[in-house]
């Protein structure tokens, strides 16, 4: 097999990640009133740190990637999510 | 496209990007509707900033980090490549911010959509250099205050019309989106990755650090400007501007420049000759 050339410089692989974001926020999102499923806090999230569980069809959010901006606060139509302060951060 | 339909995998994850920016979600909603199949293009600008803390690569897909004036150039050599290789399938894509686009990179984007490789060049627009500290860019719009104009003397040049420039090289697609309003820029995304030609993106996407609005807001901003017609979705295609998207409802926009830091300034004879010129261009 042919040897691969060595790139100079710094190069990493696509999709590493050794620091996670979460310790930036002071407030996090939880999910209190009705979820109708709409997915708009999903589709604005920068992040990508809202899911949407297979089983029961709910958003779950990934506080290792939360930022707390609270862009998904303000989106739901029905207003389900709270913003909860954290303690002194994460 | 519908909201169920787009892939739920997320393939750019735990940037360095300030809370609520609008840029992040422009190019993670970017990756959902290329997939892995495609390469990007990232010259000095936020996103490189945010993304290349050495061994950190937030992109799951590949990427490379350009010089400020060769964003357009590398794309369309790296699509003759893939072409070469008989790779046509892989989208190439250049993401460069508005500096890059409209000062910088004007020339080298000028070039390669002249040369008609096939790429998707997406300008996202957060009206200042940002990244190095919210310096004025040839896309700042009249009125704003930035580090390098700031309040008693601030930009008195109109933003330039990016979509008219690249409409003016004939080039098979070019749009405008915002990222408020994400349905209309994955289609125009995916529109443009089944043009075989080289093809132009500019998204408007609000900055909460530079604008000076909480990062809450960052989706309401960008819908005030829709709605206030201060940015409009158009497309261009087959020679012709059409608009995708009407707002529903229009608003002042004396609310959209209250909502920003950056417009605190203005006295209201200024809001109103602003507002003027809005309705001169909508009519």
Redesign the interface.
Known sequence: MKKEKSIPGPVSKAGTIPTRMGTWSTAKPVLKGKCTFCLFCWVFCPEGAISQDEANRKVTFNFEDCKGCGICVRECPTKAIEMVEVEGGR | MK??D?E?E?F??????C????A??AV??TIKVLGKNSVYVVPANCISTVSC???????????TVMAFAATASACSGISAGFKRRGREDIHVVGFSGDGGTADIGIQALSGAIDCGNKFIYICYDNEAYMNTGIQRSGLTPYGATTTTTPSPCFENRPKKDMLRIVAAHDIPYAATACSSY?LDYMEKVKKASQVNGPTYIHILTPC?TGWGF???????IGRMAVESGVWKLTEFENGEFRTTYTPKRSRPVSEYLAAQARFRHLSPEQVAAIQKEIDAARD
Do not use: M
């Open positions: 909201l169920k787009i739920k997320e750019y994850r735990a940037s360095y990007g809370a609520g920016c609008a992040v979600l993670r909603l803390y050495y061994p950190q690569a937030p992109f799951f897909v590949p990427f994400p909460p909480p990062p809450d807001e960052t989706i309401e």
